[in-house]
């Protein structure tokens, strides 16, 4: 049977120490124990710090927060205006000392609180021997901040290794699994066996965990990018490398860039069609033809075309929208870098090269053949 008793509210100071014995003061708010048939299996405590003091904790990787075991709760960044809450777990090595001085929350707040006085570089002070569960902020919009793998595995877990070495392999799977869910640009990117490193030594210390066998598991389970998902991917990471603003349409795998090329500005849109697996690249002629031009900038664009490689002119006849396009089918294949490139830079370069002539047979009466 678990028993969790009530967490006393302490709203008061004690001072924890880094790997360099340098002081650490934290307001201590919540301190709270867990057993299971008597037996201690968690010591978790709350606390707040200001911008300043997190960031130190972030730099130096304070209570093993170290970059590869956090797992973002939204996108948005702390202020410096709002205090920070940090829930931290004893690590289970400690629980043998700790029951030693006190049996309830009461106690074990007491304990701390006066080793913090009398004993400022006792071990159990060390910020090392605590592992951070979560690190959160209020803001208008919510609650902000990031869980730990320490959090999925849970402190519990580690206190039971031997009987719970699935329990702590699951944890780790469905880290990963959220990991990827919120690094979908990145995920590909970054094996699980190479994310693993500087947590294995701990979790081979603590439990009799085969990491090698989790990564196939964390491999095998989470779920890799379709064709479709990898062609937009590709499509916004290389508009991004690539340095070009654009926004995307709302709803819709389609990005709006507006060009500015030698000869005029155009609005330009790369979409990419899911079922059919395609890549397309418009630009728009900055204005329509005219409907008693429509016949003669047709005539313009089909010379136009004659002898293109890459790409073609489009007219539509019941708006007079005129547009440049290239566009590749992957199916069975992937969209690269390269290829975006070739075919963005070969539209624009054509549309370019030949609005000059659009606008001449649209507003100068020129014909086709002399434009």
Same mark, same amino acid.
């Given at each position: 049977?678990?028993?969790?008793?009530?967490?006393?509210?302490?709203?008061?100071?004690?001072?924890?120490?880094?790997?360099?014995? $340098?002081?650490?003061?934290?307001?201590?708010? &919540?301190? @709270?124990?867990?057993?299971? +048939?008597?037996?201690?299996?968690?010591?978790?405590?709350?606390?707040?710090?200001?911008?300043?003091?997190?960031?130190?904790?972030?730099?130096?990787?304070?209570?093993?927060?170290?970059? @590869?075991?956090? +797992?973002?709760? *939204?996108?948005?960044?702390?202020?410096?205006?709002?205090?920070?809450?940090?829930?931290? *777990?004893?690590?289970?090595?400690?629980?043998?000392?700790?029951?030693?001085?006190?049996? +309830?929350?009461?106690?074990?707040? &007491?304990?701390?609180?006066?080793?913090?006085?009398?004993?400022?570089?006792?071990?159990?002070?060390? &910020?090392?021997?605590?592992?951070?569960?979560?690190?959160?902020?209020?803001?208008?919009?919510?609650?902000?901040?990031?869980?730990?793998?320490?959090?999925?595995?849970?402190?519990?877990?580690?206190?039971?290794?031997?009987?719970?070495?699935?329990?702590?392999?699951?944890?780790?799977?469905?880290?990963?699994?959220?990991?990827?869910?919120? !690094?979908?640009?990145?995920? &590909?990117?970054?094996? $699980? *066996?190479?994310?693993?490193?500087?947590?294995?030594?701990?979790?081979?210390? /603590?439990?009799?965990?085969?990491?090698?066998?989790?990564?196939?598991?964390?491999?095998? !389970?989470?779920?890799?990018?379709?064709?479709?998902?990898?062609?937009?991917?590709?499509? /916004?990471?290389?508009?991004?490398?690539? =340095?070009?603003?654009?926004?995307?349409?709302?709803?819709?795998?389609?990005?709006?860039? /507006?060009?500015?090329?030698?000869?005029?500005?155009?609005?330009?849109?790369? $979409?990419?069609?899911?079922?059919?697996?395609?890549?397309?690249?418009?630009?728009?002629?900055?204005?329509?033809?005219?409907?008693?031009?429509?016949?003669?900038?047709?005539?313009?664009?089909?010379?136009?075309?004659?002898?293109?490689?890459?790409? !073609?002119?489009?007219?539509?006849?019941?708006?007079?929208?005129?547009?440049?396009?290239?566009?590749?089918?992957?199916?069975?294949?992937?969209?690269?870098?390269?290829?975006?490139?070739?075919?963005?830079?070969? !539209? /624009?370069?054509?549309?370019?090269?030949?609005?000059?002539?659009?606008? $001449?047979?649209?507003?100068?009466?020129?014909?086709?053949? =002399?434009?």
């Amino acid at each position: 049977m678990i028993a969790t008793t009530k967490k006393p509210q302490l709203k008061t100071e004690i001072t924890l120490h880094d790997f360099s014995q $340098s002081p650490l003061k934290i307001s201590l708010l &919540t301190l @709270n124990l867990t057993k299971q +048939n008597d037996q201690l299996i968690e010591c978790r405590l709350t606390f707040q710090v200001d911008i300043e003091l997190y960031d130190r904790i972030d730099t130096d990787a304070l209570f093993n927060l170290i970059p @590869n075991v956090r +797992n973002p709760l *939204s996108t948005e960044k702390f202020i410096p205006e709002q205090d920070i809450k940090i829930e931290i *777990s004893l690590k289970p090595d400690w629980f043998p000392h700790l029951v030693k001085h006190a049996a +309830n929350n009461d106690e074990a707040a &007491t304990y701390i609180q006066n080793l913090s006085e009398k004993q400022p570089a006792h071990p159990i002070l060390s &910020t090392d021997s605590w592992l951070a569960l979560s690190v959160t902020q209020q803001q208008e919009s919510g609650e902000i901040g990031y869980r730990t793998l320490w959090s999925y595995i849970s402190p519990a877990n580690l206190a039971q290794a031997s009987t719970s070495s699935k329990e702590i392999s699951q944890g780790i799977i469905n880290f990963f699994k959220d990991w990827t869910e919120a !690094n979908l640009s990145t995920r &590909t990117k970054k094996p $699980s *066996s190479k994310m693993l490193e500087g947590i294995s030594h701990f979790l081979i210390e /603590v439990a009799d965990i085969n990491l090698d066998e989790i990564a196939q598991q964390i491999e095998a !389970n989470i779920k890799r990018p379709s064709t479709s998902e990898a062609i937009f991917e590709e499509m /916004v990471n290389f508009f991004k490398a690539d =340095d070009w603003s654009f926004i995307q349409i709302e709803g819709q795998p389609v990005l709006q860039i /507006v060009f500015q090329g030698e000869n005029g500005k155009w609005t330009c849109y790369a $979409s990419t069609k899911i079922e059919q697996q395609q890549f397309i690249f418009y630009s728009l002629c900055s204005v329509n033809a005219p409907e008693d031009k429509r016949l003669a900038v047709a005539e313009f664009l089909t010379r136009a075309n004659s002898g293109m490689v890459i790409g !073609n002119f489009e007219l539509d006849f019941a708006n007079g929208e005129i547009r440049y396009k290239t566009s590749i089918d992957v199916q069975g294949d992937r969209l690269s870098f390269a290829l975006i490139k070739r075919l963005v830079y070969a !539209n /624009v370069t054509m549309m370019d090269r030949y609005l000059p002539g659009i606008m $001449s047979v649209i507003y100068d009466d020129m014909s086709p053949e =002399d434009a």
